[in-house]
């Protein structure tokens, strides 16, 4: 059965393998890649699934500004306190 399933999605042109990536991930694949194509920005916006300090830190390589929500129970850092960000 499975060889039979290769050789369907080969013909529909569906990969066999698929590589797992998160979001955050593929935010950023997509960002690079605009890029990549000429097209510019000055920010990104996403909501809390992109809220990610990896995803936030490959924003400020490419000079992006941002703006992500994030999770109600992530904690912030403020002043010299941590709390949550409700």
Known sequence: MRAADD?????????????????????????????????????????????SRALRHSMRTMGLGYAVAVKQNQEVARACTSRSAR
């Open 7 to 51: 050789e369907r999605h080969e013909l529909a042109g569906i990969a066999v393998k698929l590589e797992f990536s998160t979001k955050p991930d593929q935010a950023v694949a997509r960002v690079r890649g605009a890029f990549d194509s000429g097209i510019g920005a000055d920010w990104f916006a996403g909501d809390e699934v992109y809220g």
